[in-house]
């Protein structure tokens, strides 16, 4: 049996990252508007929205990846940190996939992301 792609293999395949917030993906261009509006009503970046980081990995096929990361406590929230664990865990993702495009490719039967120990919705083709 094939062991999962090297983390380099993976970082290999990555030739743009695009990271933001649920409360920027929720909210778009109207963002800093709404964010400004959550500041005025007290909602700001206490919104659990703004907690939630995603990392979009584009690779050299053109296909994505995307993972996020959560603070389940305001107190603990850090963008860098957010943005790391999300990173790291679009790379995890990536491995799984790599491999099981490897065992595909060697004839296996693959059986699909659950098999992987993801949800489905965690690899974006």
Known sequence: MRTMAAKET??????????????EGAHGHDHIT???HADAVG???NSPLHRIFVCVLLL????????????????????VRGRGY???AAIESLR?????KAEQADGAVVL?????????????L
């Open 10 to 23: 993976a970082e290999a395949e990555v030739i743009q990252e695009f990271y933001f917030t649920a409360a």
């Open 34 to 36: 709404w964010r400004a």
């Open 43 to 45: 909602g700001g970046n």
């Open 60 to 79: 050299r096929d053109g296909s994505t990846v995307t993972q996020s990361a959560t603070f389940m406590v305001a107190d603990q929230f850090d963008a």
């Open 86 to 88: 999300a990173r790291a």
């Open 96 to 100: 799984k996939l790599l491999w099981a």
């Open 112 to 124: 699909g992301a659950h098999a992987l120990g993801m949800a489905p919705t965690e690899i974006r």
